[in-house]
């Protein structure tokens, strides 16, 4: 299938590891032009070398601090400058602090709400005259299976993954005249450094392996294993490619099956 990617501009937030760098590599493997971001410059160059090798499109990167305005700004404005515009956005982040209510001070909520929910607001904000002006995007938001099933332990995540959806609901009825399409993709137990971190603290909790932690895990999930990165890659850049034309609005679990609601 000819995705229609070829030529394509992408910006994708937090792509130097995990499911970041995952959707920025099926989107170069299909020939779209990927700006990486991240906080870690040496990161970045080793993702951009890695990805450079299998790209059929051009790779680059910006250092970008998501929970900071003006380091938004300045990599969007640097990706309009070096690819011409933006046609895809991928909003991504890395996951709050564990705790509970009684644990989690003022200050805890506002650096997540900046770095978990704001940070998309103001990417968007800055992508969508691109959009408007060429009548066409795609933005695509990765969440949390929290946004159907709350995980326990995890009330940062929870409150704002949740938020997420609501704004892309919202946004793909605004922008529908547009032609810019939005949408929310939320991983469940896919195999990442944050799901090994989480895992962790759950081991020293109970007091069991992390082996252990992860065997209870999978049996909870109908397909019966985490899930790969790169499955998850592959639906993000679906959703980016024209083969989406008519998908907008929706929130799609990739979870194997594990969260059982309707």
């Known amino acids: 299938m000819d995705m229609g990617l070829n030529g394509k501009c ?16 099926e989107l ?24 450079q090798e299998i790209a059929a499109g051009k790779i680059d990167y910006v250092v970008c601090d998501i929970s ?35 644990k989690l001070t003022d200050e805890d909520w506002y650096n997540a709400f900046d770095l978990n929910l704001l940070s998309y607001v ?10 408007k002006e060429q009548k066409s995007g795609r933005i695509i938001n990765l969440a949390s299976s929290s946004v ?40 469940g137990r ?10 962790a603290i759950k081991a020293k909790q109970l007091g069991v392996s992390i082996e252990q932690v992860r065997e209870d895990s999978e049996k909870t999930i109908p397909l019966g294993r985490y899930g790969k990165v790169e499955e998850f890659g592959k639906v993000v850049a679906f959703l980016a490619s024209s ?9 799609m679990l990739i979870d194997g099956g594990m969260v059982k609601s309707l």
């Open 148 to 187: 159907k099933q709350p995980i326990p332990g995890l009330l940062l995540s929870n409150t704002f993954r949740t938020g997420i959806v609501g704004l892309a609901k919202t946004l793909s009825i605004e922008l529908a005249p547009f032609n810019i399409l939005v949408n929310t993709v939320s991983p």
């Open 122 to 131: 103001r990417f968007i904000r800055e992508v969508v005259p691109y959009m």
């Open 68 to 102: 900071k305005s003006e380091n938004i700004k300045q990599a969007i404005q640097t990706t309009v400058n070096k690819f011409g515009t933006i046609d895809i956005l991928i909003n991504n982040a890395g996951g709050p602090p564990t705790g509970s209510i009684d």
């Open 190 to 199: 896919v195999a990442t450094d944050r799901i090994h971190e989480l895992d």
């Open 28 to 51: 170069a493997r299909e020939g779209t032009n990927v700006m990486l971001s991240g906080r870690n410059e040496a990161e970045l160059q080793k993702v951009k070398q890695e990805i």
């Open 243 to 251: 083969a989406s034309s008519y998908i907008t609005g929706s929130s």
């Open 10 to 25: 992408a910006f994708v937030a937090a792509s130097s590891k995990g499911l970041g760098k995952a959707c920025a590599i």
